[in-house]
């Protein structure tokens, strides 16, 4: 989390949803998510790790509290100017679409009246998808269709990424690409970065986690403060423990000898 | 292969040369240099509206199609879907079958028009729930007015006097020869508005197509963009259904068609389905009045004739059957 002096991307102040009237979701969740910050966010099924970037990304209203977009209330905004500063990639990509993937990703500039600095070709090449810019989305492997949704945000031009679970049925080696990628672009373009994800042993390498149960925070910070064996056993209710070496890495081990 | 470019100019190019054709060709070909006076008369007074009409609801269907089968996410939707053509039917059919003519030859073009625009709505308010459209009860909501339309169009039918049932099947199954200048104006109102609202919502639906969430992320309200586009809709399919009665299979070919040559983004599928539906509409016109002189066929059925096979060809080309 940010500190107060630093500042604040996005911010949610005690706010509150539930889909259905009799049971809230999410009561009174407060965070903040600075400049050039990647924040992996981790919950199980069904903690609210989804909800909490629909809501962030304005797709969901909260019926409590507030949601600041630099300091400005999120729904104030005109949806083409949000859009210029978050985008939002939902867990499900139709690969249906009939359009190729040079003009998928020049969807990005659908917010803008006068092209922005990135182009279709830069974005394409950051992503490394040039030679498959007259493809469909079908004929792409995993990695390269997540890849694609990401060039087209490239090309929206927010400094803020909010992606759910990005990695989910991506083999090992199309999430450690996934991942480099995204660490490259905030790295070079300052772009903040909050995934929902579900493997911890990925979550181990970010630099800042957020840990959720029954759409409430139970830590947020370095994995090394935020994932205890405590905290997992209480959001994902199994017995885990974190194994950390001698050289600084740390894994994740299952059963009961914690 | 041809440039993107020389298969837009072409688009642009047919339907003219098509409407050209189709003042000339019919029972008997008149060239209008040379004509008499009775001649000039025929082209003026009956054939020039003839191919307006044609080429204004093949527009309107065209147009409708490819927005249709975007915000439904269907590729087998077309404008008649909705139920929106059954309830202009019904409410054309009984004017005719009541011999109606309130407001001369207008009254039936009228009743189409209201009929449509009031089963449109009724589909809306269906489809609406939780503050916005959703395509899956639209098209149910549709499908199951149109039956309920069909089956009373065919119950007051079944009761109807001979003449009256006569002319309201040939009304159902898309008659051009009734053609006139008057509805000319309206014509190209509505269908302009149709095609202007739709276009400039072009990106929006191609936002769409990638989902709701997607779409919100790209800068749009989903349930705002679809609401507007399906006002287009509605309003096209009216005009076209007023203009001419049913004309089956335009609607759901000719976007499946511009698709297989320049792609599927809406900003080119929806001004090139227009084009190309009015141009295939006018020649079905043509081969419709020309084939069996002087009898002729209703332009549906031809469309279907020629447009099937078609369709099928390229279902065996590529896996056109996608949005």
Redesign the interface.
């Known amino acids: 989390m940010s500190s107060a002096s630093e500042p604040k991307i996005l911010e949610l102040r005690k706010v509150s949803f539930s889909y259905s009237r009799q049971r809230p979701l999410i009561t009174e969740l407060s965070l903040s998510v600075g400049e050039g910050e990647f924040i992996g966010l981790l919950g199980a099924n069904g903690s609210g790790k989804s909800t909490i970037l ?1 809501l962030g ?3 969901l209203r909260p019926f409590g509290g507030e949601i600041l977009l630099w300091s400005k209330l999120l729904h104030d905004f005109r ?6 500063l ?5 867990q499900t ?2 690969i ?5 993937i040079r ?2 990703v020049g ?2 500039l ?2 803008y009246d006068i092209p922005p600095a990135m182009s279709v070709d830069s974005a394409l090449d950051m992503v490394g998808l040039q030679d498959k810019a007259s493809a469909h989305l079908a004929d792409l492997s995993g990695g390269e269709k997540r890849r694609t ?1 990401i060039a087209m945000t490239l090309v ?1 031009g927010a400094g803020l990424l909010m992606l759910d679970e990005p990695l989910a049925n991506l083999d090992i080696k199309y999430q450690i690409e996934l991942v480099r990628l995204l660490k490259t672009l905030r790295a070079e373009k300052n772009i903040s970065i909050i995934m929902a994800l579900h493997d911890i042993n990925m979550a181990l390498q970010f630099s800042m986690v957020m840990l959720v149960k029954d759409g409430s925070l139970l830590g947020i910070g370095t994995p090394e403060d935020v994932l205890t064996n405590a905290r997992l056993r209480d959001a994902f209710d199994v017995q885990v423990s974190i194994i950390r070496q001698t050289d600084g890495s740390a894994y994740i081990r299952y059963g009961d000898n914690a | 292969m041809m440039g993107i470019n020389v298969k837009i100019w072409l688009i642009i190019f047919v339907p003219i040369v098509v409407f050209g054709v189709s003042l000339i060709a019919g029972p008997r070909m008149i060239n209008p240099f040379t004509a008499d006076d009775i001649s000039r008369e025929i082209l003026i007074s009956i054939r020039a509206p003839r191919s307006m009409v044609a080429l204004l609801m093949g527009m309107a269907l065209g147009a409708s199609g490819a927005v249709l089968q975007g915000i439904l996410k269907n590729p087998l939707a077309d404008p008649y879907i909705l139920g929106i053509s059954s309830g202009a039917s019904l409410a054309a059919a009984l004017g005719i079958m009541a011999g109606a003519a309130f407001v001369g030859t207008f009254t039936i073009p009228l009743l189409a028009f209201i009929g449509a625009l009031i089963t449109g709505s009724i589909v809306g308010i269906m489809g609406w729930k939780r503050g916005g459209l959703w395509p899956e009860r639209l098209l149910l909501a549709g499908v199951g007015l149109s039956f309920l339309f069909s089956a009373l169009l065919m119950l007051f039918m079944s009761i109807s006097n001979d003449e009256g049932l006569r002319k309201a099947m040939l009304w159902i199954f898309g008659d051009l020869s009734m053609s006139e200048w008057s509805k000319i104006p309206y014509g190209i109102i509505f269908v302009g508005i149709g095609i202007l609202i739709s276009l400039s919502r072009a990106k929006a639906l191609n936002a769409l197509i990638l989902g709701d969430e997607l779409a919100h992320s790209l800068g749009f309200s989903p349930h705002r963009e679809r609401f507007i586009l399906f006002v287009s809709v509605g309003l096209l399919t009216a005009a076209s259904v007023s203009l001419g009665g049913m004309i089956g299979f335009i609607g759901l070919l000719v976007p499946h068609i511009v698709r297989f040559f320049l792609g599927s983004d809406n900003r080119v599928l929806i001004p090139c389905s227009a084009l190309i539906g009015g141009a295939l509409l006018c020649i079905a016109d043509i081969i419709s009045k020309s084939v069996l002189p002087p009898m002729e066929l209703p332009a549906g059925i031809v469309t279907a004739i020629i447009g099937s096979p078609y369709f099928l060809y390229l279902l065996r080309r590529k896996n056109v059957l996608s949005i």
């Open positions: 629909k990304s304005g797709i949806n083409r100017d949000r859009a210029k978050i985008s939002y990639l939902p990509l139709d249906t679409v009939p359009f190729t003009e998928l969807m990005g659908y917010p949704f929206q």
